[in-house]
């Protein structure tokens, strides 16, 4: 049972909110759409939740198209960032509104209903308003009330946007926990890298409406398809520089002179201008740097983080780099040599892009 979405695009007026999206969601699989505000990911949605109408394209949900199929037939369950909770109701009448609406008989409901509360924790909330419930809580119905109706697709638009950070976080590993255990099929919409990389099996970067790329959270962080992908998901500094190949090693000779190991799938570029991908952690601080093999540059900031203290180096052009390291390795204002730590293998991108 998975779900397609075949060049699927949706315009509101001047703004072409999704462009010829293709895309496939495998059954069992917990996936997301990240990307900034406006790049479409609700309407990618709605479109496949069947609250709006692609102009041109198709959803095939196992093997049939249901593009002109209602909402309510789709019988995919939903949970929205605002919960859409009824306060007047209880616990138990908002996780049974999707089973009313089935006509299931009483002992069911009562059964359906109690098991999804039980899968979120909250089986003694049953008789309480929903009023009295903490966000965190609320949430969590919001979670049920969808599940109930065990939905072959579960739609998750940013649902632990207005949870607090602590709460937030631990909601997250809950609904990660949960998901796995039932095996759902889950399509989540989120603007933040973090909780994306946390909880999907797969993500898909959006920019404008287009998909810029698709992969598991290592794919995406290890081997960004371009810049954008390479900045939105994690911190990045591109370096420019021209491939070579030294024996069995492909090198990116970077403006300065130094050279630094690239991944061989970068190989098919020798003799190439590219930019290589650098992560905060790919890097290394020494005091005495060496001239051959360092990029030199200024200590401009270090920040203490706890885990690691994050130093920004000023190189000679201006460029800012990030370097992740133990404390103590550098003092503000220090010159200092910047090198990859020794398994570090750069990602390289082609210098331009269409
Ligand atoms: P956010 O993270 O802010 O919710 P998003 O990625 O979910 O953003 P969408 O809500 O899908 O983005 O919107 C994509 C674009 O389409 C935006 O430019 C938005 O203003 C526009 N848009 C969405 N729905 C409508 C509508 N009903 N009428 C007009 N424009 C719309």
Request: hydrophobic share 40%.
């Amino acid at each position: 049972m998975d779900l397609r979405l075949e060049g699927v695009s949706k315009r509101f007026g001047d703004v072409l909110a999704v462009d010829r999206l293709d895309l496939t969601i495998e059954e069992g699989e917990f996936f997301t759409l990240l990307g900034p505000s406006g790049c479409g990911k609700t309407t990618i949605l709605r479109i496949v939740a069947g609250f709006e109408t692609p102009d041109t394209g198709r959803v095939v949900f196992d093997a049939d198209d249901i593009t002109d199929r209602s909402p309510q037939r789709r019988g995919f369950g939903m949970v929205f960032q605002n919960y859409a909770l009824f306060p007047h109701l209880s616990v138990f009448e908002n996780v049974a509104f999707g089973l009313r609406a089935r006509r299931l008989p009483a002992d069911q409901l009562r059964e359906r209903v109690a098991r999804a509360l039980a899968l979120v924790h909250l089986d003694r909330f049953g008789d309480r308003r929903v009023q009295q419930l903490s966000g965190g809580q609320q949430q969590r119905i919001a979670l049920a009330r969808a599940l109930a109706i065990e939905p072959p697709l579960l739609l998750l638009d940013e649902p632990l946007s207005n949870l607090d950070a602590t709460l937030r976080e631990r909601t997250r590993t809950e609904l990660r926990l949960l998901l796995k255990e039932i095996g759902i099929t889950a399509l989540f919409v989120t603007h933040d890298q973090e909780e994306a990389f946390d909880l999907s099996d797969r993500v898909a970067v959006l920019r404008e409406g287009r998909l810029r790329q698709v992969g598991t959270p290592h794919e995406l962080y290890k081997r960004p398809a371009d810049r954008f992908v390479a900045g939105f998901v994690g911190k990045a500094t591109l370096l420019t520089g021209l491939l070579e190949q030294h024996e069995a090693d492909v090198l990116v000779r970077l403006d300065s002179g130094a050279a630094w190991r690239a991944c061989e799938t970068a190989g098919q570029a020798i003799g190439q201008r590219v930019e290589v991908v650098v992560r905060p952690e790919e890097l290394e601080l020494s005091r005495v740097p060496d001239s051959a093999s360092d990029l030199t540059g200024k200590v401009i900031d270090v920040r203490y983080l706890g885990s690691f203290t994050s130093y920004r180096v000023e190189l000679p052009d201006g460029q800012l780099i990030e370097v992740a390291a133990p404390a103590g390795r550098a003092d503000e204002g220090e010159e200092v040599g910047l090198h990859p730590t020794p398994d570090t293998r750069l990602h390289a991108l082609p210098l331009r892009e269409p």
